[in-house]
Structures are given as structure tokens and as C-alpha cells.
């Protein structure tokens, strides 16, 4: 009796600890928590049935399980893989994606965690990044031509296409993808870098002979100009010459009606200028047209005079040679 009633009073004294620890378990088993950044998705025997988005405190049944997420930024940079331009280049490309769950029933059920999901979007970029680098040139992601260059449209294309089929396929939130590296392969550097130099080559060309066009045009339109001025610098010459002449004409009348038989000695000592050399000796009778002035003006009496005078003054001193005649008479004549 006694040892029936220290067990009673045993048990009796154990119940109470009992009863929380049973408390405490089915609280743990009841009862979850959800932290801020975090989803947490409440499944019944492998299946979804409950979505936490938002952080605190949340009830489930014991035979229940409870799969947290992160709802943070994930970076996730995939392997390079070799891709082919749209000219057939060889190049090695590879992205960073940035993504995070936005769908955590979907992302539970068809990727299940982070490899999963990053598994997927490997697969999602190459096929993306691979589509849009075959349908555009290699200009379109290195060179000097801005007309051609492409790249951010091209890599915005990429992050539009990944983020639609992640969203779809598997409830994830695609934010950005970004282009880490873009390098030719090793085999063809030499031969790419070759063809790079000679497209530059044929640029600088092009440069030259469009300088070259536009100095020969500048310079045409430069004679074009010299030409014009020169000519209405000659009309205007022409038209001062003519006025010039004009007055000199009417000067040259004017002093001609004024004294014309100095102007007819002027003019005949211009005549004999143009056919006498120098050297030359003429003999000219004196009423001949050369001396027509100087024989009908009175220097030419004063000379016949003074020519009688020296010829008599000379005639007792100098006997006259036979058939000589004095200087004076071949003068008259």
C-alpha cells in the first residue's frame, strides 16, 4: 500500500512537467516563424498548401512540414560558352544574372532551391544570349562605327527574354543580366585582330578620300571665287580704262583744235621715231613732209640765212672744189 502510494504521488508530481513538454512540442509542431526577407511555403505530404509572404508568426498542422526562402538579390554568374556572331565569328561570351523568388508556390515546385533555380536561368541565358548574338554582326558589340554598336539593346533584349520565361517556367524575377565577358577564342584571335586592323585600314581610307573630295571641292569652289572676283576686278579696270581713254580723247581734241600744227610736229616726230633707227642718215630735200614744219617756219629762214653768211665768209679762204657745191645749196635744194 505504501510503495502504490509513493508512486501515486510520483506520477502526480511528474504531470505537470509533462504537460509542457507536450505543450512545447506541440508548438514546435503547430507553430512557425517567418523572418523578414524570407517566404515560407507549408506543405502536407510533399505538396504545397500554404504561402508566408510576409514575416511573423504562423500555424500549421504537426504532421505538416515548412520550406523557407530567401526573398533577397542572388548574383549568379554562369560559365562562358562559345557562340557564333551572325558573320560567323567565333566569340566566348558569358553574363551575371541577378535574380530573386517571386512566386514561391512555383518556385517550390518546379526548381525546389537556389542549384535549382540556377540550374534553370544557365540554361535560360545560354539559349537568350546565344539567339541574340547569331542574329547581329560582330560590329554590333565591338567596334568604333556608334551606328552600329548595339550592345545595351541587345543585353536589355537578353533580360527581357530570361525574365518572361523565368516568371512563366518557374516563379522567378529576373531583375537585370549584365555582360561579364565577351573575348574571341584563343585559335582565332590573331586572324579576328587581323581583320580588325585591315577594317580599320579601310576606315582610314574612307576618312582620306572623303578629306581628299572635300579639299578638292573647297579648293574648286576657291578658283570658282578667284575666277569671279578677277573678272569684275577686270570689268571694272575695263570700265576705269575706257572712262580714262574717253577723257583722254576728248583732252587730245580739245588741244588738237587748239594747236593743230604742234600737234602734226609731234606727230611727225613720233613717224620718224618708229622707221629711224639709231645711225641711220637720210637725205631729204627740205620741202619733203618729214621737214614740211621746220621749212615753213621762221627757224628755218634764220637758218638759211645764217648758212649764206657762213658760206660767204668762207668762199676767199677756201678754194671750191670742181664740181662741188656748197652746203647751203644742197640745203635749198
Not at 206 to 234: C, D, P, V
Request: glycine share 6%; hydrophobic share 40%; charged share 30%.
Amino acid at each position: 500500500m505504501r510503495q502504490h502510494k509513493k508512486g501515486s504521488s510520483r506520477t502526480a508530481r511528474l504531470a505537470p512537467f509533462a504537460l509542457v513538454a507536450l505543450a512545447v512540442l506541440a508548438a514546435q509542431l503547430c507553430f512557425f516563424r517567418v523572418e523578414t526577407g524570407q517566404y515560407a511555403v507549408v506543405t502536407e505530404f510533399g505538396d504545397p498548401v500554404q504561402v508566408v509572404t510576409k514575416p511573423g508568426l504562423g500555424i500549421k498542422y504537426p504532421y505538416q512540414s515548412v520550406r523557407t526562402f530567401d526573398a533577397r538579390l542572388y548574383v549568379y554568374t554562369p560559365a562562358f560558352n562559345e557562340f557564333l556572331t551572325r558573320d560567323k565569328t567565333a566569340v566566348i561570351a558569358s553574363g551575371v544574372i541577378l535574380w530573386r523568388v517571386e512566386d514561391p508556390r512555383k518556385f517550390f515546385e518546379t526548381v525546389s532551391n537556389r542549384t535549382g533555380a540556377e540550374a534553370r536561368l544557365s540554361d535560360i541565358l545560354f539559349a537568350e544570349l546565344g539567339a541574340a548574338i547569331g542574329r547581329n554582326q560582330l560590329s554590333a558589340f565591338v567596334g568604333t562605327d556608334q551606328s552600329a554598336y548595339r550592345a545595351e539593346q541587345i543585353l536589355a533584349e537578353v533580360a527581357q527574354g530570361c525574365r518572361d520565361t523565368a516568371r512563366r517556367d518557374y516563379g522567378i524575377d529576373v531583375v537585370d543580366v549584365q555582360l561579364q565577358r565577351f573575348d574571341f577564342p584563343e585559335r582565332n584571335r590573331l586572324r579576328v585582330y587581323a581583320r580588325m586592323k585591315s577594317e580599320r585600314a579601310r576606315i582610314s581610307m574612307k576618312y582620306r578620300s572623303e578629306g581628299e573630295e572635300e579639299g578638292l571641292k573647297i579648293r574648286a569652289e576657291a578658283e570658282q571665287e578667284r575666277t569671279r572676283i578677277g573678272s569684275e576686278a577686270f570689268k571694272v579696270a575695263e570700265q576705269h580704262r575706257g572712262r580714262g581713254e574717253a577723257e583722254s580723247a576728248r583732252i587730245y581734241a580739245e588741244e588738237l583744235e587748239a594747236a593743230p600744227d604742234f600737234y602734226r610736229f609731234l606727230r611727225t616726230l613720233d613717224a620718224s621715231r618708229k622707221f629711224i633707227d639709231d645711225g641711220t642718215t637720210l637725205v631729204l630735200p627740205a620741202n619733203s613732209e618729214l621737214f614740211g614744219l621746220l621749212y615753213e617756219s621762221n627757224h628755218y629762214q634764220r637758218a638759211r640765212r645764217a648758212g649764206s653768211d657762213r658760206a660767204a665768209q668762207a668762199a676767199p679762204s677756201e678754194p671750191r672744189a670742181e664740181g662741188k657745191r656748197p652746203e647751203h645749196e644742197l640745203f635749198n635744194q
